[in-house]
């Protein structure tokens, strides 16, 4: 092997391009378990962002099921899940276009139950004794209104837009109907909560013509998130709750709650779509189920009887979807040195088969960056959390003494958190000689319900430290060019960034992806109905605290920035809608900053398409290129930099 050729951090030439990532790469969800076959979703850049399902024979023989331009995905809550359900053998799925339920039998064409209008539906289980659908309906008829949510059951012969069973509460979910059909469980909360704030767990009796009677609240309350109620094969209510500080299993039984677990990890996630699964039955008596401790992922066995929970070894530190069946477990997950995949597991003998992997991209050792679980201490006396990536490639070398750009990537949500697993978007900037830091700041999920709420009353406070601490942690040990530091995320993520540049001096440039930056509008009447008043608890009351909305607002506060940034927005996005974006870049181009607007067609809240996904990774490159003055190794379509000028 000749010796790595000596060339500065971010000129290295990289065999994992922009068209190699999105050509080869598929984002898998919902596997389902249905007899002997399987289901998963995939959606595909290459499709233009066409989800698909796709079912797994007993043979092994895989294939999709809708057609295109058929595309599963709803709409519900803006961020969906829960797209389809499976029953004796037919799928019902909601489809994107026109967001109507529809039934695939084996070997027939898609077939629309609900008429065409207003409805989204989502979250559905077959209630199949009365030959019907039970599922979250979002109804949009009222214009300028927020969508009126219910629990509402769809006829399978169709025709009809359904049956309202519940109403009244501001959000439902996971409406779930027990083995022997006489009972239904479902979730619920009200503004100006969220439902890893509080979320309450109630039952009602399914009468004969099907409607709900003897409701009861079984759990949940003002300061308890209540996540995925799952009945036991047996009739039992199983479900988890983060009474005690962190998401641990309990289940209902004779009349009273019970816990079957009291640890510090968390047995569950943040409920940001539908259909999420963190425990599944095997059996009556054996739960397999998933908890995170520090961050990792690990998956377990949890005997209901005696309490006893048995760690299985897996080489994965993401694992997430589970579902189980007697003697069988189905799940998504990935490590730092695989990416994400579809996964089988033989419970008895621990042999594992994958049946789909999210890339099949292969590429030498010498070219991934391997994560790196990092603790560093931020305001207050606290310790936070990050993934650290080095830069790498087996072919370059930079020259010594210099050290490399720093990306401090944030996430969404903000209560959302970063992952460990392979991720060829992430190796794209190491193996071009870029470091990377992953950060889980205060508000991140996966260390308790303390750390999560640590963002309350101070998002844009505690996310800002916490990006900043984490980065001059590296430039302190020599592992990153305090001259050559960018923030980049998307969301809420975007909003940190822009946050950051409007508050503090220590990053050098930023990268914006549908970012907020006026919380009033967010916060009025201009927001999507599920994050409506998220607010409320992240920075106050509204509109009481007006002005806390517009001192955390970086539109207020655009000419304190003094760095380059580029932004980028999808022109369909409903979550983040695109003046939130324009407002910003028009605020920058008037002060004379360097400033990249970049927006596209056709996407919405996150990019789907190929098209836009390669353009953003390249976009972004060539704006790095140009602020920090190094050439890339390949050519780049250039990206229009206003008020630029090269000293």
Not at 361 to 373: K, M, P, T
């Amino acid at each position: 092997m000749t010796a790595p050729r000596i060339a500065p951090y971010g000129s290295w030439r990289s065999p994992i391009t922009s068209d190699w990532i999105v050509a080869e790469t598929v984002l898998l969800g919902q596997p389902t378990l249905s007899g002997g076959e399987v289901y998963w979703t995939e959606t595909r850049p290459s499709e233009k962002g066409r989800t698909a399902i796709v079912r797994c024979g007993e043979d092994g023989r895989a294939g999709d099921l809708n057609p295109a331009p058929f595309s599963a995905q709803t709409r519900v809550n803006e961020y969906g899940g829960g797209s389809y359900v499976v029953s004796e053998g037919v799928v019902y799925f909601c489809n994107r276009s026109d967001q109507r339920l529809y039934a695939l039998e084996r070997g027939g064409a898609a077939r629309a139950i609900t008429p065409p209008g207003n409805m989204r539906y989502a979250d559905g289980t077959v209630d199949r004794p009365r030959r019907r659908i039970i599922c979250v309906r979002e109804d949009h008829n009222v214009v300028g209104a927020q969508a009126d949510t219910t629990i509402a059951a769809i006829d399978l012969d169709g025709g009809s837009e359904g049956r309202v069973l519940l109403s009244g509460n501001d959000f439902y979910s996971s409406p779930r109907v027990s083995p022997d059909g006489s009972r239904l469980a479902w979730l619920t909360w009200r503004h100006p909560n969220m439902p890893w704030d509080a979320t309450e767990l109630w039952v009602a009796e399914i009468q004969a013509d099907g409607s709900l009677s003897r409701v009861e609240r079984v759990a949940g309350g003002e300061s308890e998130s209540v996540i995925q109620p799952e009945w036991s094969p047996d009739g039992v209510l199983y479900f988890g709750s983060d009474r005690t500080g962190w998401w641990n299993l309990y289940r209902w039984t004779s009349g009273r709650v019970e816990p079957l677990t009291a640890l510090e990890v968390e047995f569950g996630r943040p409920q940001w779509i539908f259909a999420m699964s963190s425990y599944a039955f095997e059996s009556p008596h054996r739960i397999v189920c998933l908890y995170c401790d520090r961050g990792r992922w690990h998956l377990a066995i949890l005997d209901t009887r005696t309490r006893k929970l048995d760690s299985i070894e897996t080489p994965y530190t993401e694992i997430r979807h589970l579902q189980a069946a007697p003697g069988r477990a189905l799940f998504m997950a990935g490590s730092p040195a695989e990416a994400e995949a579809l996964v089988e597991l033989d419970l008895a003998t621990g042999r594992q088969r994958v049946l789909r992997r999210s890339s099949d991209l292969s590429i030498d050792s010498g070219y991934l960056s391997v994560a790196e679980s990092i603790e560093f201490p931020t305001e207050r006396g606290l310790t936070a959390h990050a993934f650290y990536y080095a830069p790498k490639n087996r072919d370059f070398s930079a020259p010594a003494g210099e050290r490399p750009p720093l990306i401090v990537r944030c996430h969404g949500g903000p209560t959302s958190a970063a992952a460990s697993t392979l991720n060829f978007q992430m190796q794209y900037w190491t193996s071009r000689g870029f470091a990377v830091l992953d950060v889980n700041h205060g508000g991140s999920t996966g260390y308790g319900r303390a750390y999560r709420e640590r963002l309350n009353g101070r998002w844009g406070i505690v996310d800002v430290e916490d990006c900043e601490n984490a980065a001059r942690y590296l430039v302190e040990r020599g592992l990153a060019d305090p001259t050559r530091t960018s923030i980049v995320g998307g969301s809420a993520g975007g909003f940190t960034v822009l946050a950051s540049l409007t508050t503090r001096r220590f990053f050098k440039a930023g990268a914006s992806y549908f970012g907020v930056s006026d919380q009033e509008l967010l916060a009025g009447d201009h927001g999507h109905k599920f994050e409506w008043k998220y607010s409320f608890s992240l920075i106050g009351p509204w509109p009481e605290r007006r002005d806390l909305y517009r001192e955390r607002s970086p539109i207020h506060a655009a000419d304190k920035i003094e760095s380059p940034v580029i932004f980028f927005q999808g022109l369909e996005d409903v979550v983040v809608p695109p003046a939130q974006t324009e407002i910003m870049v028009e605020a920058l181009r008037k002060k004379g900053l360097p400033v990249a607007y970049v927006a596209f067609q056709g996407e919405g809240h996150g990019f789907r398409g190929a098209a836009a996904i390669k353009r953003a990774l390249d976009a972004e490159l060539y704006f790095y290129s140009r602020v920090f003055g190094f050439a890339p190794a390949d050519p780049i379509e250039p990206v229009p930099i206003e008020n630029f000028a090269v000293s």
